[in-house]
Each structure stands twice: as C-alpha cells, then as structure tokens.
C-alpha cells in the first residue's frame, strides 16, 4: 500500500480520535448540574437535614422530627462576619405522625409554652456531644453486648432507646467549636474558641440564636452536661441568666467537676486524696481485694464508713505532714490498706498519698490487671507489671468504637446528613485556657452556679454521681457541693443521685434505667412547681 495513503488514514482516525475526547469533555447540553457541580469535598451541606421518626418510651409512641445542621457564630462587635459554624442535632416531638409525602401538610408541634427544652453536651474538652447523645438522652442508644455494657465485636448499630428523655423534653445536642462537625470559620482561629470563658460564650450565644430561630424563647429551658460540660453548664448558666437574660428551669450535670482542686494531685495539694479514697475503696471491694469484713458489708455502709475516716482521721493525719508520729502513720497506714486492698508497705512508701494514675496499676498488679479511669470495675492488661501507671484505660476502650462507628453511620443513613469532615468524637484543644477565670489558681466554677441559684431561687439541679468513677469521683462533687455555702433555703434545690456504675452510668442497662426513671421524677416534679 502506498505510504502517502497509509499516513493520510492515521491521520484521518488521529482527528476523529482527538474530536471525541474533546468533545467528552465539553459540558452536556442538556445536564442541569454542570453549573453547579457537586463539590468533592462536602465540609457543610448547603441545608439542614430534617426527617421523621417514632420511638417508643415507657410503652408510649412519641413521634418526633429530628434536624442535624450547624448554626452560624457571627462577630457581634463591628462587621458580623461568621466566625464558626456549630453542628447540632435536634430532636422537637410532634403532635402526630408526619407523611413527608403529604405535600399540603406541614408537621405540628405541642405548645412551645408548656414543652420544655434541652440543650445537651459533653466535657472533654474536646469531646462532642455523643455520649450523652448516643448513650442516655436521645431516641437512639448504642447496642453493647451485655448489660454491663461490653461492646463486643463490630459492626455496631443504634437500636431504639427505650429509656429516652424525649418524651419528658426536646433535646438540642451541641458539639462545641473543633468537636463533632463544628468549626472555626475562614480567617478565625479555632484556638479562639479553646479556653473556659470562650468556650462558655460561644455556647450561650448558640442556644440564644438557637431559640430565636425554633420560636422556642417561650419554653421551659434545661441544659445538661457530662464531666467537663459540668464545668461548662456551670458557667453557662451565670452566663445565660446575666448576659442574655435567659433564665434555666434547671441544671442537669453527670459526672460533675466544678472545682478543679479536688481533682489534681499536685505537690502541696492534699485535698484529692480523701477525696478519691471512696471511689478506691468500691473499686477494692468491686475486684474483691478486701477482707470478709468489707466484702460482706452493703456497698451503701461500707462508703458512709470510708467517708468518715477520709474527712477525720485521714485528712488530720494529711495535715499534719512531717509531724505525723510514727505510730499514728502506721495506723493510718493499715485503715488504708483495709480499704484499699493496698499494702501497708506501699501506702507508707507513697506518704499515705495514693494518685490517680497510680492506684490502677498497683490495685491488681499482683494478678498482672489494671483497672479504669472512667469505670473502675473494667480491667486490661499493660505491656509490663513493673510500670508506675497503666498504659491505657480499658474502660474508655469499650465506649470509644461502638460509640464513633454507630454516631458515622447514624449521620448518614438515618439523619441523612452528609459531610465529608471527620466527626470529631473526642479531640485535643490543648492548650486550654484558663485566662481570666483561673489565673495562677484552680479552676472553681461552681461560685457561678452557686451566684445563678441565689439569682433564680426556682432553678433546681440534678447531680448524677457513679461509685466507681476515677475520672470525676463522686465524693469529690458532694465536698464542692458541701462548699457552695448556699442559702438554707435553697440546698434542697441540688438533688444528689448515685448509681452503682463508672463515669458514664447509662452505660450499664440496670443504672441506664434507674437513671431514666430519676430523671422523669425530676422532670415531672418541675412541671410540678
């Protein structure tokens, strides 16, 4: 075949070649897309995401419409530009069923006047708000293995929660700045946001747009919160009722730490030591290191028993520092190892000073074990027996997988909320700031709260505490709580509660409903009022 001919045919299917792949990339015509392309990163969707649901509580349908979105912070001093966008998801019950079908029909709502509202969180910082979410408040619970609340194998999903709250109030669960899907926006720093009166603030102005947005300002209003978001309902509520003139029907704090000297074993502070000595002695006794004496004794006597040696004999002994004699060391020494499950040995070698971190990994380090930080009744193992502390704590690793694999799922295939950012469970803000409000000092919140019930003698607190709690342990919040110096009449206004469970008692089926049934009398006896 003639050359000249054979060049002439490449070069004719060359051109029909080039045409089509320029063609494939000309936009179609007739696409109603191309304008608008779908981004490849989805950070927040343009809407809010609203779908409707039934659970059953207490034998009772309640049908509910649940929102998953973010609502925007804005500087309030000069231009009003956006300064973050804080994700929330919120569940307001419905009169009736609702067909999303029915185009002419819109969803009714019970009278905002006589629903109350909830705005719910977690501590951390840095954590959202999933737990209380996923775990207590919402009409989804995670579906551990056990009632203990072992997570077993994955993969998780949410079963409906029985236990719910939502048939006493609606719930806005808020993840505070970096947490969840909540972020600083462009040219702000999310530092901005990582300290305790910033943190405070961006929450309060949340719930304020919150409510003129929901047409809910008319409502009975409550916020709850868990561990450090104890901290910060503390705080929140001096700052609704001062700047906003938002006044709470009531305070709902699990877990609590307000004071943050009864926490920190710091050289000089001898504070924490009878403190914690409680939750080591129901940790002891739980993992059966104690004499028959101890083992035998109802959990309820054995504590009142441990309390009043921690607040006499223990704290003289710890204030008496070098000048303790030797005999009166060595007493104390054997009424802790009584307690503790300790030896004499090593509680004389520690000063009569036992930490935490140190107790999980001495209490059973003869069988190899360490124990919890949020629930001590949980056990693991460490790489070595000779380590001065445990090397993780075993009890936030049963909760951190079934609790972020359900949350991701959750997000997307039943709220229908796409985003392409990571669902911050629990993340570092480090450092915190405490400027302002703990300059060269502990941290001690609960003088806001106890200046908000002076203010609002109406306003009444629940206090949920856990036996076995090493995080935030329970003896610790009645002494803050013993230290407020409230007004007589108004100490009846703080309800004390306490579960035989961890930090986070609803994770054990029996507390989760125990809790559940404190919390409707609480509920129900303010509707009372």
């Known amino acids: 075949m003639n050359t000249t001919i054979i060049r002439t045919a490449v070069a004719f299917v060359f051109s029909i ?36 649901h039934t659970v059953t509580i207490n034998g009772t349908p309640i049908h509910y419409q649940a929102t998953a979105g973010t609502i925007t912070l804005a500087n309030l001093r000069d231009d009003h530009k956006p300064t973050a966008k804080m994700f929330y998801i919120a569940y307001h019950k419905l009169d009736q069923p609702y067909d999303e079908s029915q185009q002419d029909t819109h ?8 629903r ?3 705005f719910s969180f977690n501590g951390g910082p840095g954590s959202s708000s999933v737990w209380l979410h996923l775990g207590t408040f919402g009409p989804q619970r995670v579906n551990p293995i056990d009632d203990f609340g072992n997570p077993g194998p994955p993969p998780y999903k949410l079963v409906d929660n029985e236990y719910s709250l ?33 943190d405070i603030r961006s929450v309060a102005e949340f719930i304020r747009i919150y409510l003129g947005k929901n047409k809910r300002w008319s409502s009975p209003k409550y916020i709850a919160g868990e561990s450090y978001g104890t901290t910060r309902a503390a705080g929140l509520a001096d700052e609704l009722q001062s700047t906003h003139g938002i006044s709470l029907n009531g305070v709902i704090l699990v877990s609590a730490i307000m004071n943050f000297q009864t926490a920190r074993f710091d050289i000089g502070n001898d504070l924490p030591y009878p403190l914690f000595l409680p939750t080591y002695a129901a940790t002891a006794r739980f993992h059966n290191t104690l004499s028959n004496k101890y083992q035998n004794m ?22 008496q520092g070098d000048q303790l004699s030797d005999k009166d060391r060595n007493n104390i020494a054997k009424k802790l190892a009584d307690y503790t499950g300790l030896s004499e040995d090593y509680l004389l070698r520690t000063n009569l000073r ?3 971190p140190r107790f999980p990994k ?33 009890s936030y690793v049963a909760i951190q997988s079934i609790y972020t694999e359900s949350m991701n799922t959750y997000l997307r295939e039943d709220l229908d909320y796409q985003s392409d950012l990571r669902y911050e469970i629990l993340t570092n803000v480090w450092p915190w700031s405490f400027s302002g409000v703990a300059d060269n000092q502990y941290l001690n919140i609960a003088e806001r709260l106890r200046k908000t019930m002076h203010k609002l003698p109406h306003m009444k607190v629940f206090v949920a505490n856990g036996y076995y709690d090493l995080a935030t342990p329970y003896f610790a919040t009645q002494y803050t709580i013993d230290h407020m110096f409230l007004r007589p009449q108004l100490r009846d206004n703080i309800e004390m509660h306490y579960y035989e469970a961890g930090h986070m008692m609803y994770a054990e089926y029996s507390m989760l409903q ?11 006896s303010r509707t009372q009022d």
């Open 514 to 524: 125990k809790l559940k049934a404190d919390l409707d009398q609480y509920y129900e």
């Open 298 to 319: 109802d959990i309820e006597k054995f504590l009142r028993e441990v309390e009043e040696f921690a607040m006499t004999d223990y704290t003289l002994a710890l204030a």
């Open 166 to 198: 939502l048939d006493q109030s609606d719930f806005v669960f808020i993840d505070p700045v970096t947490t969840g899907y909540s972020r600083a926006e462009k040219d702000n720093s999310e530092k901005d946001f990582h300290g305790v009166n910033q």
């Open 17 to 52: 070649l080039a045409a089509q792949s320029i063609a494939a990339l000309q936009p179609d015509p007739d696409s109603t897309n191309d304008t608008n392309p779908t981004p490849d990163f989805i950070v927040h969707p343009d809407e809010s995401s609203i779908t409707y």
């Open 354 to 356: 036992i930490t935490m």
């Open 107 to 114: 969803p009714t709502f019970p009278d905002p006047t006589t």
């Open 362 to 394: 001495e209490l059973l380090r003869d069988r190899g074990e360490t124990v919890g930080r949020l629930d001590s009744r949980f056990k693991s193992f460490d790489r070595d027996d000779a380590g001065e502390r445990y090397e993780y704590d075993p």
């Open 116 to 118: 109350p509202i909830t």
